[in-house]
Nanobody, 123 residues
Framework: QVQLVESGGGLVQAGSSLKLSCAAS???????MGWFRQAAGKERELVAA????????YYADSVKGRFTISRDNAKNTVYLQMNSLRSEDTAVYYCTARSGVGIRTTLREYDHWGQGTQVTVSS
């Protein structure tokens, strides 16, 4: 059983930076990982994803150039560095994993989810 625990969320001002971390436990070998977010009243959307090796990444258009996803397989941890935050980035951010090495972009293709961490950006 894979367990994912996010940390690093908080309240920041627009233009600031935050770094989210997701610690994975259990059998995560060859798992692709991702970060989704869900704002109040909106559907959960994929923000960024990374394949098992870390050599391939995906970003939503809304975060390209501002967010960076990375992973440290030795530590079983995935990160999301968020720069130049905007009020529209306010959401609960969820770490997710799928039992496959490649990136997928739809919610139903991910098998495991963290409990979420709140990110609030004040303008």
């Amino acid at each position: 059983q894979v367990q994912l625990v996010e940390s690093g969320g908080g309240l920041v001002q627009a233009g600031s930076s935050l770094k989210l971390s997701c610690a994975a436990s259990g059998r995560t070998f060859s798992y692709a990982m991702g970060w989704f977010r869900q704002a109040a009243g909106k559907e959960r959307e994929l923000v960024a994803a990374i394949n098992w090796s870390g050599g391939n990444t995906y970003y939503a258009d809304s975060v390209k150039g501002r967010f960076t996803i990375s992973r440290d397989n030795a530590k079983n941890t995935v990160y999301l560095q968020m720069n130049s935050l905007r009020s529209e980035d306010t959401a609960v951010y969820y770490c997710t994993a799928r039992s496959g090495v490649g990136i997928r972009t739809t919610l139903r293709e991910y098998d495991h989810w963290g409990q979420g961490t709140q990110v609030t950006v004040s303008s």
